[in-house]
């Protein structure tokens, strides 16, 4: 063993001695450039790497100067084919009087947690049943046909489009969990095999790129909930969540009359989000990263839909539809997704481990055959977030796990049934907007 290392070497020499750190040194590392983190206590220098990281250099650098071994373990399937990667970069490893996580964390959590994961793994739950997603896939394309059908034999009245459009907005949603699954590599054993299909789904049958799904939705799950670092709840000056209530108060900043916000949700929330704000931010990502063949799978899937509407609408009535589309699905997407989190806990970086920071950003939703279906197993949010690559299919039986090892530590297991859900996301918008109004008017 080597001695306590300085800040700013390089790899360490094959053969020689690892240098050691203490957290202390590390905690400097948390740069933009100059970028240390710890995975199974060896200590990694991503300063360079992390532009290369297929997951992209956000996601990686979120866990700066910090201990990522859980989600290490939670993003990858072979974790012997991405140590390949990491061994180039490493410089040292932690001092032996240093504890794994650096911070006030539970050790005994944590060590439970893994715990509960290998018990995961040895009851063979990260495993998929390729006909669970056959059946999936199927009844998307299955769908897509009968509002075609719908539209050939009873042609363009409003009764056979408004069927038609409730048909292909079901079948957009479903497509959402279905490429969810395939970008958390939980449907094949080889991540390229999730890779493709994935573009194929989001691309052919959706109209957007993977590469930008990934991008933002990895960001969520590394970070739940932390301004900055989950793309989802960075959504001020147009709405504040949590914490930034009381900030935008204190600094009498006031863009939008946000103790309304609970109201003019219901006019720029649900209605807008897939038609406009995923359209152009979707667009603008495939271009600016030069993603080309995201790009054309998306060419496909306009090319698709307005070959097979555009001759019984004209293009106006072809375009109309869609929008239609869009404004359903995006019912759906809002409600579905945010359903789990809003009402939780948001805020600035907590530096918590892996199962308290997941726990304390997410809730479930009473289970049932349909509201499995219909969220795609989003009403297991907890399971999912613990294990982001476990398919859905096996969270029911996974969950008394989780619930036993919430229990011993004292965590908040929530399971809401699905309207309350459903009415927190507006409560929780109203709280967050009576809390910068008293911040604004008094401070």
Not at 234 to 241: G, H, Q, S
Not at 286 to 310: E, H, I
Not at 325 to 330: A, D, H, M, T
Not at 390 to 416: D, F, Q, S, T
Request: charged content about 20%; glycine content about 6%; aromatic content about 14%.
């Amino acid at each position: 063993m080597g001695g306590v290392g300085e800040p700013g070497e390089g790899p360490a020499p094959p053969g020689a001695p690892l240098p050691t750190f203490r957290w202390e040194q590390i905690r400097q590392h948390n740069l933009p450039g100059d970028k240390w983190l710890v995975i199974e206590r060896r200590v990694y220098d991503i300063s360079r790497w992390a532009q290369r990281h297929p997951g992209g250099s956000r996601l990686i650098s979120h866990h700066g100067a910090e201990d990522a071994t859980d989600a290490f373990r939670a993003f990858h399937q072979d974790l012997n084919f991405v140590r390949k990667f990491l061994q180039p970069l490493l410089i040292g490893e932690l001092a032996p009087e240093e504890p794994s996580q650096d911070g006030p964390q539970d050790a005994q959590l944590v060590e439970d947690f893994r715990a509960l994961r290998q018990a995961a793994e040895d009851m063979e739950l990260f495993e998929a049943k390729p006909a669970f997603f056959a059946l999936l896939l199927g009844h998307i394309l299955a769908m897509e046909v009968l509002a075609w059908l719908v539209v050939y034999l009873f042609g363009p009245g409003w009764v056979p489009s408004t069927l038609a459009a409730l048909v292909l907005a079901t079948s957009q949603a479903q497509c959402w969990c279905l490429q969810h699954d395939l970008g958390h590599t939980s449907v094949f054993r080889k991540s390229q095999w999730n890779h493709v299909a994935q573009q194929f789904v989001m691309g052919q049958l959706k109209g957007f790129s993977a590469h930008w799904w990934n991008f933002r939705h990895f960001q969520h799950h590394a970070k739940p909930n932390i301004f900055h670092k989950d793309p989802d709840v960075t959504v001020a000056p147009v709405f504040l969540l949590g914490e930034s209530s009381v900030e935008y108060g204190k600094k009498k900043r006031r863009y939008l009359p946000y103790h309304r916000q609970h109201l003019y949700f219901f006019l720029i929330g649900p209605p807008l989000l897939t038609l406009v704000n995923f359209e152009v931010e979707n667009l603008a990502y495939m271009l600016v990263c030069m993603q080309w063949t995201d790009l054309l799978w998306a060419a496909s899937f306009y090319s698709r839909f307005f070959l097979c509407y555009a001759p019984f609408y004209g293009l106006p009535g072809a375009l109309l539809l869609f929008v239609a589309v869009r404004v359903l699905e995006s019912h759906w997407f809002v409600w579905i997704t945010q359903m789990n989190h809003i009402p939780k806990e948001i805020g600035h970086e907590k530096h918590r481990d892996w199962a308290s920071s997941q726990l304390a950003a997410t809730c479930n939703v009473e289970p049932s055959l349909f509201i499995d279906w219909f969220s795609g197993h989003l009403n297991f949010q907890i399971e999912h977030h613990l294990f982001p690559t476990m398919p859905r299919h096996n969270y029911r039986r996974v969950a008394p796990l989780v619930k036993a090892l919430c229990a011993k530590h004292g965590l908040n297991y929530e399971v809401k049934p699905f309207l309350t859900a459903l009415v927190d996301i507006i409560g929780s918008l109203k709280k967050s907007g009576d809390v910068w109004l008293e911040a604004y008017l008094h401070q």
